[in-house]
């Protein structure tokens, strides 16, 4: 009898790692890693100078490391290494104007229509560029669901010291 | 018997299709062969057959499964006056059935199963028919089933066509369509792209609406767009509110089970591989394992995305 209690309790113990969703395991290491880096900053600078372009950084860097499985990871990764002016994943206005002179177009070449955006796509992945299509494809997939987490993480430190 | 009229044939060929999905149901070949030699009457049984495949596929196959069917059975059905000339021995019925007709079908994206089900095409080689029937060789995947693959292993009888090898996918040609190599290429890889940005359909939000395409990736340029500005905008935020954050960041650290050290350059390793995880597991409900304020508010926050879509994307390749 006791044999079968302890067995029990053996089994209880055991944890299989695959059930836990993928998403959680994301934003929690999303946010062990931001948080203290955050925190290092506060503590590191009293001065205020270059302060957004370091914790959007931080930022940049957290999502690239808590997100390692991917490929773009790598290359976002590699470009925060590489740049101490670190450049933002955004250039936001520029790219709007060009969607919106796009889609006043004549859709004559509707093939070359396509490629174009698919490149434009390809910009906006870090590392998109060294990727063909179809692998670009998959990897804007879990590009665009880590973004999600991660502005939900933001969104919830922001919330939480306001 | 040295002749089979056309619809054993069909009933062959569809038996043999369950049989490469079945492989325990090796016991009914021998009984099948009884009957076959007990001179069968064909259409009917072919009919009541037909019906019997039906369930084993979609089980197998998945919510697809139906439209591959009945592709397959409207290809059998066209068959059938070019199988009036088909005579084939007594001794060739039993590579017949061992001879599984097969193809592969990959499961596009399915929220409960992500298994790839390979089966191999394989036809008596006849002129008219291999003009018909052509293979593209692409690469292929099949984790599950491993007794199924060895059952279609050991029927890979050659064709004088073509050799196939386990690691390729084979794309079967419709009917009126060109069936050279490079639009035999091209074809699959439209055919993945467009996979693909169905699964993209389905995690950006307000795609449904758009049809082709060019509207859809607009759709998710935007989207993208929009997210990487709302990432930009709450740093922006966050290090407006940085010394602020300063109180409550010592209150959290001191909280977190395990606090991860600076610098922030140190890689972490995963406690959880993707990579190449196959396997999907449906997604319940997010536990929620933590007792930190803002860990559970983020995680309230997140409930409400469509968890679903996150894991077979994730487990995409």
């Known amino acids: 009898m006791e044999r079968q209690i ?85 250039s936001s206005s520029s790219n709007g104007i060009r969607i919106q002179k796009r889609s006043g177009k004549e859709g ?7 490629e174009e955006k698919l490149r434009e796509l390809q910009k906006l992945l870090p590392g998109g ?21 991660q502005t939900i993480a933001l969104k919830s430190i922001v919330e939480d010291t306001t | 018997m040295d002749y089979i009229s056309p619809q054993t044939y069909n009933s062959t060929l ?26 069968l ?21 998945g919510s697809d499964g139906r439209e591959e069917l009945r592709r397959v059975e409207s290809y059998l059905g066209n068959n059938l006056d070019e199988l009036q000339n088909f005579r084939p021995g007594y001794d060739t019925i039993d590579g017949c059935i061992s001879r599984t007709s097969s193809f592969q079908m990959e499961p596009v994206k399915s929220n409960e199963e992500n298994r790839v089900v ?41 064709t004088s066509s073509d050799v196939l090898k386990q ?5 079967r040609a419709r009917r009126g369509e060109a069936t050279d190599r490079h639009s035999l290429a091209e074809r699959a890889r439209r055919e993945k792209i467009s996979k693909k940005m169905k699964c993209l359909q389905d995690i950006v939000p307000g795609c449904n609406k758009v049809t082709g395409k060019a509207g859809m990736l607009d759709e998710i340029i935007n989207y993208v767009q929009s ?13 407006f509110l940085n010394p602020q954050l300063e109180f409550h960041i010592h209150e959290l650290s001191s909280m977190m089970a395990d606090q991860r050290s600076f610098p922030l350059h140190q890689q972490g390793s995963l406690d959880y591989s993707v990579i190449n995880s196959n396997q999907t597991t449906s997604l319940n409900a997010l536990k929620m394992e933590t007792s930190l304020s803002w860990d559970v508010h983020s995680q309230c926050l997140y409930n409400n995305l469509r968890t679903d879509s996150v894991f077979s994307f994730f487990s995409l390749k």
């Open chain 1, 6 to 90: 302890i067995n029990k309790k053996k089994r209880v113990f055991s944890v299989e790692p695959n059930k836990i969703p993928p998403s959680e395991v994301f934003t929690r290491k999303y946010t062990r890693l931001l948080v203290p880096a955050l925190k290092k900053l506060n503590m590191n600078k009293n001065s205020s100078q270059a302060n957004q372009l370091t914790v959007k950084h931080e930022v940049d860097m957290a999502l690239a490391l808590s997100a390692q499985e991917f490929a773009w990871s790598r290359f976002l990764l590699q470009k925060l290494s590489s740049s101490n002016n670190p450049t933002t994943t955004t």
């Open chain 2, 227 to 239: 997210l990487q500005q709302q990432v930009e905008f709450l740093s922006m935020k966050l290090s």
């Open chain 2, 14 to 39: 569809s038996f043999s299709l369950s049989l490469a999905l079945n492989p325990i149901r090796k016991d009914k070949s021998s009984k099948f062969l009884n009957l076959l030699s007990m001179d």
């Open chain 2, 41 to 61: 009457t064909g259409l009917k049984w072919l009919q009541q057959h037909q019906q019997m495949v039906s369930p084993e596929f979609l089980q197998i196959l």
């Open chain 2, 167 to 171: 690691d390729y996918i084979h794309v």
């Open chain 2, 118 to 158: 390979a089966l191999q095409n394989k036809r008596k080689p006849e002129g008219k028919r291999e003009t018909r029937e052509k293979k593209k060789k692409i690469k292929a995947e099949d984790e599950t089933e491993s007794s199924m693959k060895g059952n279609s292993d050991m029927s890979n009888t050659e």
């Open chain 1, 129 to 149: 560029e060294e990727m063909n299509v179809e692998e670009m494809l998959g990897e804007i997939g879990n590009y665009i669901k880590c973004l999600e987490l």
């Open chain 1, 108 to 114: 004559g070449d509707e093939d070359g229509e396509i």
